[in-house]
């Protein structure tokens, strides 16, 4: 066998070799106590569902993957204020998109700031219904949507198969219990701050049909609940110049990706 190493050997090598530590460290066949994680998620859902307004703004990394096989990385910043239990305002911005989104408990409001287009479509219920009208309906899901449900712990658990409690980690300074969850489709992990909060610092999905496994990962900062919430304002109000366009354009007009990427055989 040669001796001779390339960079990229030595990079591999030390991958290699970090992965058989991170294995090793792993009891064998671990369930890592199941109990304790389903309790953990449990009580971090009960606490979730007891506040009446929430506010946190979040990061978030999307990866898609090229037809060349490289993945990327598409980065994007945001805040979620809601009100249970029909009002909800959240924003995203990155590199190419700047998207507000506003349900005063009737109205759904999509506005492209960087496009000045909006759109409207009556979805009357609660933040609920409209997770799921968004997700089923529009293809646009919530960030963490599943975390502002009335009840997470049965939209998260629903089809997961495998339970790992990973004990602690350290998200943005904060403490966290370190959970990991599988189902048949995605691998998940969620990080929950330690305390009498116990709310989500760091949710990751894994596509586990896709090749090389892309994520979704959002990170949320500056936790705010109950009178800690600035009173928000949920009616939507015209922007100067804003034009008023169907949903289907704005799909068109106010694209999730950069100009430069297109959709290829594989999602």
Known sequence: ???????????GLAAATMALAVAAALPSGARADEADAKA????????LA????????YDATLEVV??????????SSGTVTLNRPNQIRATRSGGFVDLEM???GTTLTLLGNNANLYTQVEVPGTIDHLVDELRDTYGRPLPAADLLMSNPYEELMSEVVDVKDLGSGVIGGVECDFLAFRSDEVDWQIWIAHGERPYPCRYVITSKRIAHGPQYTIQVRDWRTGGEVAGEDYAFRSPAGATKIELEELREKVSELPR???????Q
Do not use: N, P, W
């Open 66 to 75: 090229t037809k060349e096989d490289q993945k990327l990385g598409l980065a």
């Open 260 to 266: 430069h990427f297109s959709m290829g055989d594989r």
């Open 40 to 47: 953990l998620l449990e009580a971090m859902s009960d606490y």
């Open 50 to 57: 007891a506040q009446e307004t929430i506010s946190f703004d």
């Open 102 to 104: 506003v349900f005063d």
């Open 1 to 11: 066998m040669s001796t001779e190493y390339s960079g990229g050997s030595r990079r």
